[in-house]
Structure formats: C-alpha cells, structure tokens
C-alpha cells in the first residue's frame, strides 16, 4: 500500500524552502553597511602591543588561579594539618564534615538480631 499524500506535500515542501530562501537572499541584499563616520571629538586610542596585551591578559588569568589556590589551601593553612594523608594514599575511611577524632568502629559491628535472618 502506498501513502496517497506523499507526492501532494513535495510541492508545498519545495514551495516554502524556496520561500524561506528568497526571503534570505532579499534580507541579505537590502542591508547595507553603515556608512557613518565616528564623531570628531573622539580620539584614537593607543592599542598596546602584542607582549603587552599578553602580559595583561596572562596576568589577569594567573592572578585569578592563584587567588582561587590561596583559597583552597588557606583552611589547612591556618589548622596546620601538615603531612596528614595529604597527596598520599590512606585506607583510613574519610568523612567530609564530620568529626576530625573520627568514628567508632565498634559500634557498627552486628549484634546478632535482624537483618536477612528474619529474626528479632
């Protein structure tokens, strides 16, 4: 079986994107570039060389990494937690926020009730 209405909407397909793409073309050709000069009071300013633009751009970009590092490190800093796991390795478990002595362990052992044995 076939779809009666395919070969119908080909036509009104074709017709709106050469609408589309006449009104494209017409918008394109009926603007122009702006032919005003800038007003007599105003200056040229002196853009700044190469190394110099960098350096300015560099600086700003290196100054705000360094900020953002101070910030970071500036609480360890002032607690003076030197050397405790800092970029090493620790099986210790960690707790973000919680207490600083950590946690009891022994506390989590089972006490024999519960659980899948369906037993209370």
């Known amino acids: 079986m076939t779809d009666r209405t395919t070969p119908r909407r080909r036509p009104a397909r074709l017709s709106r994107t050469a609408l589309l793409a006449a009104a494209v073309l017409a918008s394109s050709l ?9 007003p007599a009071t105003w200056t040229d300013p002196d853009n700044p060389g190469l190394a110099q633009a960098l350096l300015t751009l560099g600086g700003w970009v290196v100054g705000i990494i360094a900020v953002i590092a101070l910030l970071t490190y500036l609480p360890s800093m002032i607690r003076g937690s030197r050397g405790e796991g800092t970029l090493t390795f620790s ?30």
Do not use: L, M, N, Y
């Open 30 to 38: 009926v603007a122009t570039p702006a032919w005003a000069a800038p």
């Open 91 to 120: 099986e210790k478990s960690e707790w973000f926020g919680g207490p600083r002595t950590g946690v009891d362990h022994e506390a989590d052992e089972p006490q024999g009730t519960g659980g899948a044995s369906a037993r209370w």
